[in-house]
């Protein structure tokens, strides 16, 4: 028991050492403005948070992930592919290519790919 006590003490110690050590050597300061603010995608937190957003920078990232969760549900149909259902298949295939299409084409005609400036 007595050799427990004494070895938790030595593993306390010897931690309690090594972050003394790597705080007294490291280079980080935390005197710096930028260091002590938290990250937020390139806006300044110093600054008002009511800044206008980009509309058109939203709708493009919408779309785009849209799209991208509809293609990681396209690639599980390609590797069930099966000659016994292949009608099936096409079918749900070409359904879904179908919804995507329809999407893109609404997206097209609202305006939201237009890269011109607003």
């Known amino acids: 028991m007595l050799l427990?006590?004494?070895m938790i003490t030595i593993f306390i110690f010897i931690a309690l050492l090594m972050m003394?050590?790597?705080s007294i050597i490291s280079k980080k300061t935390f005197m710096d403005r930028e260091k002590n603010s938290p990250f937020e995608c390139g806006f300044d937190p110093m600054n008002s948070a009511r800044i206008?957003?980009?509309m058109h920078f939203f709708l493009i990232a919408m779309i785009f992930l849209i799209f991208d969760?509809?293609?990681?549900?396209?690639f599980p149909l390609i590797m069930v592919f099966n000659?016994?259902?292949l009608k099936n298949w096409i079918f749900i295939n070409l359904f879904f290519m179908f919804i995507l299409l329809l999407g893109i084409y609404h997206e097209?005609?609202?305006?939201?790919l237009n890269w011109t400036n607003k």
């Open 83 to 85: 000659l016994t259902i």
């Open 4 to 6: 427990n006590m004494i």
């Open 108 to 112: 097209w005609n609202q305006g939201a």
């Open 52 to 54: 206008p957003f980009s």
């Open 69 to 74: 969760v509809e293609m990681t549900l396209i």
């Open 20 to 22: 003394i050590i790597c």
